[in-house]
């Protein structure tokens, strides 16, 4: 392709209104751009181009139709894009799955010309990238000559740049990962934390909006989770304003400490090992694709998906265990895919004037019994109950997206007392996935519901869990009007008490110097109902940090922690990392025992 000139969307000079989204970054292999305007037109995305030899250009953009997976009706997800004042044509409107959509043909000059996005709709367009070509040949749309195009049009270096060695590597940003390495930080070590994010906090930040569930400063060691207390929103609450996350809250803490070296930004895409140990990661920046080296004696998966141990090898398990496998009582006869599933959360805001709301032939098809009468999209919004969490991880999201237009949709223009919704409109919508379950890492030991319930105590045991063991089910109503497409979900709680999990939980028995933290640690379906909760893993993440600490000084791999040295890590338990000279805030959503669906939750 001689003259081809290739733009990605991550990478305009003006990204208008469209916003970055990385979260599929392994899936589609970049970060493209997304016009979320909640049915209101965002603000063109331009860039400049050179072409360095005139004459005639075929125009490629790569894109996707992202609500034909359930309409055959036209797709909202289209833009148009201007070449030097001309447009070259509308996509989005072919296939659902990523794919190069061919525009008009050019004439154009050799020097400087400018190429314009321009959404049409405000309902979520995407792309990625537009290829400017003399070839007739339509490029091919899989994931392997994508990249290997872009890598030859963007000339990108073969070897990833050296960003440093470190006594601990932390993948992951949210509070597990930011406790785990403020935890190691504090206690000695030098620590690089890497988050593909723009910012830290995970379920917690302002993209997604979860408040902080369970309890702190319990158990065997009341000490742990008053690092958490230093940086935690003070007022509770999903799918709130921003400001309630206080995501330059969470930034700070991380700034402050001067053994962390914060890298964002950056996706863990490659690992390096030697002698079946990571001796470092290779990250990509997620905007512009280039590489840094990570290197270090021990790492941590706070990644929640379980990326990094995923790419070092390690032995992982997703969905349902058949009863069989772990002896639990509660457990299906058969082993299933079946996950909890992905919130995406929304809101309505009040004007004083009527907000029209466009009246959509796109969604579900809504009536007045189907219809959810809410002006606030809770945790029990929640889609992909049975589809893969990973490998179908962007239309789970969709659908999320999709259902909270249809039935605001519906609200707006079709429901018997519209006019009490006259006023309203959407304020948020989420279009990052609150994801409670995915790929889980398989440890030195797998925390089973018998444990849990019979309160069997390990010699090891560390944090506490405190919420419930809460499953999460397709709701029976919902299912019944929309099998298969279900969205809403309802809570089955069993109760128990204050659980100290085995410290062997939060290493791989695979990876000798991989600890995890977070929702991919070594637990079984059921025993993740309790250990998921944001404060409980944050609490995984200091004892982890402690760990870390411990196998500096000694010199020695997470396991022997528990072999050798488990009193040594006892005793830092014990003391803990965070202050106690700041205000207590946690005094919120600490164990949830009746699983109410409420707007208010």
């Known amino acids: 392709m001689d003259n081809s000139v290739l733009l990605l969307g991550s990478m305009f000079a003006q990204r ?296 070092a090898g390690a032995e992982w398990s997703m969905g349902r265990e058949a009863k069989s496998k772990y002896g639990e009582e509660s457990a299906p006869e058969v082993a299933d895919t079946m996950t909890m599933g992905a919130s995406l959360q929304w809101y309505c805001l009040e004007d004083s004037v009527a907000r029209p709301f466009p009246d959509i032939d796109w969604g579900l098809k809504l009536d007045e019994q189907s219809v959810q009468v809410v002006r606030r999209g809770q945790w029990y919004w929640e889609v992909g109950m049975r589809d893969d969490q990973i490998v179908d991880a962007e239309r789970i999201r969709d659908y999320g997206m999709y259902v909270a237009y249809s039935n605001w949709a519906y609200l707006k223009n079709h429901y018997s007392k519209k006019e009490d919704y006259a006023n309203s409109y959407l304020g948020w919508v989420s279009h990052v996935a609150g994801k409670r379950e995915s790929r889980r890492i398989m440890g030195e030991f797998v925390l089973r519901e018998q444990d849990l319930k019979n309160n069997v105590i390990y010699p090891d045991g560390s944090a506490s869990t405190s919420w419930y063991i809460d499953q999460h089910y397709p709701d029976p109503e919902n299912s019944l009007r929309f099998p298969g497409q279900e969205y809403l979900s309802c809570g089955h709680l069993d109760p128990m008490g204050f659980y100290p999990i085995p410290y062997r939980c939060f290493y791989s028995k695979d990876i000798p110097n991989m600890f995890m933290a977070g929702r991919d640690i070594s637990v079984s379906h059921i025993a993740l109902g309790t250990v998921r909760v944001m404060r409980t893993t944050a609490m995984m993440g200091e004892v982890v940090g402690m760990a870390a600490t411990i196998c500096r000084r000694r010199k020695c791999m997470p396991r022997d922690v528990y072999y050798s040295h488990l009193e040594t890590l006892k005793q830092m338990m014990r003391r803990g990392v965070g202050r106690t000279d700041v205000p207590y805030t946690q005094i919120y959503t600490l164990i949830d025992t009746t699983a109410a669906r409420s707007e208010e939750c």
Request: a neutral charge.
């Open 16 to 311: 208008g209104g469209w916003s970055a989204d990385n979260q599929f970054f392994d899936l589609i292999g970049s970060t493209s751009l997304l016009a979320h305007g909640l049915g209101v037109p965002v603000a063109d995305a331009s860039t400049g181009f050179t072409i360095t030899a005139g004459g005639e250009y075929n125009i490629f953009v790569r894109t996707r139709n992202w609500t034909k997976y359930w309409s055959e009706a036209a797709t909202p997800g289209i833009f148009e894009v201007v070449v030097d004042g001309k447009s070259v044509g509308v996509f989005g409107n072919e296939e659902p799955e990523w794919h190069w959509q061919r525009g008009v043909k050019l004439s154009l000059v050799a020097g400087e010309h400018n190429v314009v996005v321009h959404d049409l709709t405000g309902f979520d367009g995407r792309f990625d990238a537009i290829l400017i070509t003399q070839s007739d040949k339509c490029p091919k749309s899989d994931l392997e000559s994508y990249k290997s195009l872009r890598k030859r049009l963007l000339k990108l270096p073969t070897a990833p740049k050296s960003a440093g060695s470190y006594d601990f590597v932390v993948v992951g940003g949210g509070v597990a990962g930011m406790c785990a390495a403020i935890a190691a930080a504090r206690t000695g070590s030098r620590v690089a934390l890497i988050q593909d994010r723009s910012v830290l906090g995970g379920n917690n930040s302002s993209e997604i909006r979860v408040g902080l569930g369970g309890r702190l400063n319990i158990g065997l060691y009341p000490s742990l989770g008053y690092l958490l207390n230093e940086f935690a929103p003070v007022t509770k609450g999903n799918a709130r304003t921003a400001d309630v996350y206080e995501d330059e809250k969470k930034l700070n803490a991380v700034l402050a400490e001067r053994r962390i070296t914060l890298f964002m930004g950056y996706r863990v895409t490659d690992v390096v090992k030697k002698d079946n140990k990571i001796t470092s990661v290779v990250a990509t920046d997620v905007m512009n694709h280039s590489r840094i080296r990570v290197s270090g004696r021990l790492f941590a998966d706070c990644t929640g998906d379980a990326n990094l141990g995923v790419l």
